[in-house]
């Protein structure tokens, strides 16, 4: 398939159908160069060649090509979730006291700066400051409240504990657990150290298609608010605040390049999910379990940069 780069100005409906279409052709050639997790033994099960790309807009019109109903593992998509639950329950002092919002430029379960440079985790993006976050939670909200939560959020009634993969992290989740009691030990994690990790190994471990994800990006990209119902679900201070953690910190120590590469606020798994906020409003969806070397999905991100290029999405963009 010859792949144009030329972008497209006032793109017709046909156009963002045709530059999805090479995103995702993109996508599955880029999947060869890419490797599944394995660390967590249940990941390594997943297809490396799996790729799909889903886009919903506003109006409820879709775009999907590929593997886009394919359940998987939420995994650290499951952080947007966390911090939207976080600022909604506790707000934004509260949480930011307690985990900080800069970019760490490690990788996304590292400790070295966490140990040498601060007690605080850097930012809500990697595992310290998600666990950091679901500690605020633990004692007062239990993980069917936050399994509802995510529901609503994501549009999707259907996510559901992927029961094999919890166990799979709850038996090899010791770097996480270290981090979880290196918090501890450091007087910054109040809650009880064990249903802590246990209620995060769940919150990891929530099934999502990249179809849940394009419609968890639309809310973002809505203002908080389902563009279906007119609910507010998110408030549009927290939404502009979580918008700009995922800018800076979503795509781990490769944010930096992919917000210049791509320019969309992003959040990636090692799951092979990425869930990204384009302007429209407009979600998008992707799935690809074959991983880059920073854990993020090399089909999904040779894609966004393709249909940011092509259909001007950069926020930077005019």
């Given at each position: ?100 919002m ?7 379960n ?11 985790p ?53 770097r ?71 800018f ?42 074959a ?13 966004m ?14």
């Open positions: 398939m010859n792949i144009p780069k030329k972008r497209i100005k006032d793109p017709s409906r046909k156009d963002i159908e045709q530059v999805f279409l090479e995103a995702y052709e993109i996508g599955r050639e880029a999947a060869k160069e890419g490797r599944v997790a394995d660390y967590i033994p249940e990941l390594a099960k997943a297809d490396p060649s799996a790729f799909g790309v889903y886009m919903l807009d506003g109006k409820g019109k879709s775009v999907f090509y590929g593997d886009v109903f394919t359940r998987f593992s939420i995994q650290s998509v499951c952080k947007v979730i966390i911090l939207a639950f976080a600022l909604k329950y506790r707000g934004f002092d509260e949480t930011f006291s307690h985990v900080m800069e970019p760490s430029g490690d990788s996304f590292s400790i070295l700066k966490l140990d040498m440079r601060s007690n605080l850097f930012n809500p993006m990697i595992n310290a400051g998600a666990i950091q976050t679901v500690s605020l939670l633990t004692e007062d909200f239990s993980f069917e409240d936050i399994l509802n939560f995510s529901r609503v959020l994501c549009m999707d009634p259907g996510i559901e504990l992927n029961e094999a993969v919890y166990k799979s992290e709850f038996e090899t989740g010791n996480n657990r270290a981090i979880v009691y290196l918090l501890k030990s450091k007087g910054v994690l109040t809650a009880d150290p064990e249903k802590t990790a246990d209620l995060y190994f769940k919150l990891c471990s929530l099934s999502v298609s990249a179809e849940t994800l394009a419609s968890l990006g639309l809310v973002i990209s809505n203002g908080g608010v389902n563009p279906f119902t007119g609910q507010q679900l998110i408030e549009p201070d927290h939404v502009r605040t979580i918008k700009s953690i995922m800076t910190c979503g795509m781990y120590d490769f944010s930096g390049e992919f917000g210049v590469k791509v320019g969309v606020p992003g959040k990636s798994g090692v799951g092979g999910g990425m869930v990204c906020a384009a302007r429209g409003p407009m979600g998008i969806g992707l799935y690809g379990p991983l880059d070397p920073f854990g993020n999905s090399i089909a999904a991100v040779r894609a940069e393709h249909i940011s290029e092509r259909l001007n999405l950069h926020v930077f963009d005019y």
